[in-house]
């Protein structure tokens, strides 16, 4: 069975240092990653992905996430914080030529502190 | 370039009652179209996905239904809402191949009385 987790619930990192975001996945097959942002009550934002190529991928607003096949982990990381960042962040997964279903974290709530 | 639009932003229904939302996308042709129901804000339940007119796969067995009448449109049904019905539904469409990713929605906040 295809799985992702997201093991923080919630990540509280000050204005202007870096944040991490974790995410490990367990599947069968090359996976296509992705991340995605929730603000409150609006719909999901995709951010970035990694199909395939360069392991370090980056996305909007200056996110980037980095593809372990070892590890089996795409952790989306910024170098700079902003209070703006603040909202709940989801990985995802999609398999190819195993169907159309996307797998979903259970969500990372990230709280900038000013 | 594409987009998705669902209605109504919000609907506030008693129980027994039914219940139709709609979703539709534009600048795309043949997406695979999905119904996801988010409660408390936390995790995504994948409701139903379609890769085509009239092909619709239920992921939780539930009182809700799907149909895609069109190729674009995907609505989300029932005939007799519950309490546990109540959360926020978000629509989502991807690409059979490239875009990979998933695009969402709005979504419609529904809350069952």
């Known amino acids: 069975a295809q799985s992702v987790a997201q093991p923080e619930d919630q990540v509280n990192v000050a204005e202007g240092n870096p944040l991490t975001v974790k995410c490990t996945y367990s599947v069968s097959g090359n996976p296509y990653l992705f991340w995605y942002v929730q603000y409150p009550n609006r719909g999901l934002q995709f951010l970035l992905k990694?199909?395939?190529?360069?392991?370090l991928v980056k996305g909007s607003y200056g996110f980037e996430a980095e593809f372990n096949k070892s590890q089996t982990s795409f952790h989306l990381k910024k170098p700079s914080a902003l209070v703006s960042d603040s909202a709940l962040y989801f990985c995802a997964v999609r398999v190819p030529n195993t169907g159309n279903q996307f797998y979903f974290g259970t969500g990372t709530s990230l709280t900038v502190i000013p | 370039s594409q987009t998705i639009h669902q209605w109504p932003a919000t609907l506030v229904q008693p129980v027994g009652s039914p219940l139709s939302l709609e979703c539709t996308v534009e600048?795309?042709?043949?997406?695979?179209l999905y119904w996801y129901r988010q409660a408390a804000g936390r995790g995504l339940q994948l409701l139903f996905y379609?890769?085509?007119?009239?092909?619709i796969s239920s992921e939780v067995p539930q009182n809700l239904s799907a149909s895609r009448p069109q190729d674009r449109q995907f609505i989300l049904s029932s005939k007799k809402l519950l309490l546990s019905d109540s959360g926020f539904y978000l629509c989502?469409?991807?690409?059979?191949?490239?875009?990979?990713?998933?695009?969402f929605g709005p979504g419609t906040r529904l809350t069952v009385t």
């Open positions: 379609s890769v085509g007119i009239g092909q």
């Open positions: 989502a469409w991807s690409g059979t191949g490239d875009p990979y990713e998933q695009y």
């Open positions: 990694y199909i395939t190529g360069d392991n």
């Open positions: 600048g795309t042709s043949n997406p695979n």
